[in-house]
């Protein structure tokens, strides 16, 4: 293990310490609590559902970049005793059984990424946050659906009637949920996509001699299958527990959301063209869930009007279900919120920090999310040029012993760059960056005077003066673009 995926370096504290309350005890919710809790603020989770929804889950993944905020909050043996860490992923037809290459990841830049690729089953991960945002103290009630919502007023209304005042109201209430409402999202697009999720039993498969390689292999690894308009996502999640599955066709009216259960017989459909161990793994899979690949229209506004209302995770930035980064974000905002407000001391920077939480997180959801809907377009192509590029390109790279998705010799492979970029991206740091650049800066210009682990004011602004090049618009440039079926950039 390395040593920093133990080290909990203890959060700072706010010197002010305010009331948040947070609509929607999922994982963005629940991380963003445990995150807000670690800088000492008081938090209020309002969650409707009556418990965790332990029985429909499927899996998720974990990429490096979340992996390090869970480990840097001090979770790292709870991660393991939840997760599988895969080494490698797997990439094959859809409609034959062919290896079109492996690619193991690579050490080197798993360390500078200070995370691992863990996967695990969305209860277990859920229930892990739950556990921890409890300890820490936050307070956490279910039953408890709100109906009304009065940024201004700063009340959070239940069904019940019970009203909750707070100083900041953090929405987190999913993709569909009253807070996105609030910040009048235009209507979502559905795609011509759907994606089933499910689990198979570990048992099932270790008792198959064609699927047993699936836990077998010398690289614990995931798998991947491209196919035209359906691809399948397969990988342990950990543990003595299931094999998570994914598998993505054409929309066939059973879509619904993450807690309904949905006809099995759809799922088996789309694998019906399948190479045989597909087809067998839908025959073994549990019932599963069908949900929408939907292109919501962006959002240009994150932080309501009154400065006092911040929507963070699926509320903000929805991404196509089964996205490898799409947990990974909502984990993000949260941890990035709290670092922001843990420099909190006076009342009139909450609406500072909101907007700055707004000028970091949009750039960076937005890139990830174009390139979520490219990787789900590049393994459902059709068959034609780029199809055959594609497969062309891992074959050769297969056939010279390649990590497949690595670049050559000499080459520069846009994908894995970009890639390591998304994985080597630290939430936390770049937080701190901006408190280091702007955020001393404004109380300077203000004349409040912060003295910060030693160093005061002046000599922070000093520096920045003397390293900085960019302007503050540097740091508000959002680049809001919408998925435009753009360039196949994988990065699983
Ligand atoms: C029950 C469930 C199971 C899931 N299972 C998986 C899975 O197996 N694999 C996977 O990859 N992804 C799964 N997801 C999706 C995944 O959680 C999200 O894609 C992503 O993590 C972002 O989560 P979020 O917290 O922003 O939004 P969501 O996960 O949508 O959570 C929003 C939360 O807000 C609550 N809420 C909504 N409206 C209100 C209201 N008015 N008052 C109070 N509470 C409200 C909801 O009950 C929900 O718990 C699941 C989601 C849910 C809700």
């Keep these: 293990m390395n040593s920093f995926m133990n080290s909990e370096t203890p959060p700072k504290k706010t010197s002010l310490v305010i ?20 800088v000492g603020h008081r938090v209020q989770v309002l969650e409707a559902d009556s418990g965790l929804n332990m029985q429909t889950s499927g899996g998720i993944r974990m990429p490096p970049n979340m992996s390090k ?3 840097h909050w001090g979770l790292h043996e709870q991660v393991q005793q939840i997760a599988f860490k895969s080494q490698a992923i ?4 859809f409609e034959k059984d062919e290896l079109l290459g492996t690619h193991i990841w690579d050490e080197e830049m798993l360390q500078e990424t200070r995370g691992e690729f863990v996967m695990a089953r969305y209860c277990d991960l859920r229930k892990l946050l739950y556990d921890t945002a409890v300890a820490l103290g936050a307070k956490i009630l279910f039953n408890s659906h709100v109906k009304t ?4 007023a700063r009340t959070v209304t239940l069904a019940s009637g019970r009203v909750f005042h707070a100083d900041v109201i953090v929405g987190a209430d999913g993709s569909l949920g009253k807070t996105r409402e609030i910040m009048e999202a235009e209507t979502p697009q559905p795609h011509q996509l759907v994606m089933y999720s499910s689990t198979v039993p570990k048992k099932a498969v270790l008792q198959d001699k064609e699927l047993r390689p699936l836990y077998d292999r010398t690289h614990r690894a995931m798998y991947a299958w491209f196919g035209y308009g359906r691809a399948v996502l397969a990988f342990p999640t950990g543990g003595d527990r299931d094999l998570g599955l994914y598998v993505y066709g054409p929309a066939d009216g059973n879509e619904g959301q993450w807690e309904q259960p949905a006809p099995i017989e759809g799922m088996r459909r789309i694998l019906e063209t399948a190479e045989p161990r597909l087809r067998k793994l839908g025959a073994l899979a549990k019932p599963p869930i069908c949900v929408p690949v939907t292109d919501f229209p962006d959002l240009e506004d994150w932080v309501h009007d009154s400065g006092r209302m911040v929507i963070i995770g699926e509320a903000a930035h929805p991404m196509p279900p089964g996205a490898i980064q799409t947990i990974a974000m909502a984990v993000e905002d949260g941890a990035v919120l709290a670092k922001l407000f843990s420099h909190l001391r006076a009342e009139d920077q909450i609406s500072n920090f909101l907007y700055a939480f707004e000028d970091l997180r949009h750039p960076r959801c937005t890139a990830v999310l174009k390139k979520e809907f490219g990787d789900i377009f590049f393994m459902t192509l059709p068959p034609g040029e780029m199809q055959e590029g594609r497969d062309a390109h891992f074959r050769a790279k297969r056939d010279a012993g390649e990590s497949v998705l690595a670049g050559g010799e000499g080459e520069t492979v846009e994908e894995w760059s970009e890639m390591k970029d998304i994985f080597g991206y630290d939430a936390e740091d770049e937080a701190d960056d ?18 910060e682990s030693g160093a005061s004011i002046s000599s922070i602004v000093v520096q920045h ?7 503050i618009k540097k740091q508000q440039s959002t680049t809001r673009t919408k998925f435009s079926g753009g360039q196949p950039r994988l990065q699983f």
Excluded: N
């Design 19 to 38: 009331d948040f309350v947070i609509v929607g005890g999922g994982l963005a919710g629940l991380g963003c609590a445990i995150a807000l809790r670690r």
């Design 69 to 71: 905020i869970l480990y």
């Design 90 to 93: 797997d990439l094959q037809l």
């Design 149 to 152: 919502i009065d940024p201004d």
């Design 434 to 451: 901006w408190w280091q650049e702007w955020g001393v800066l404004k109380e300077h210009a203000i004349g409040r005077e912060i003295v």
């Design 465 to 471: 003066q003397a390293t900085s090049t960019g302007s």
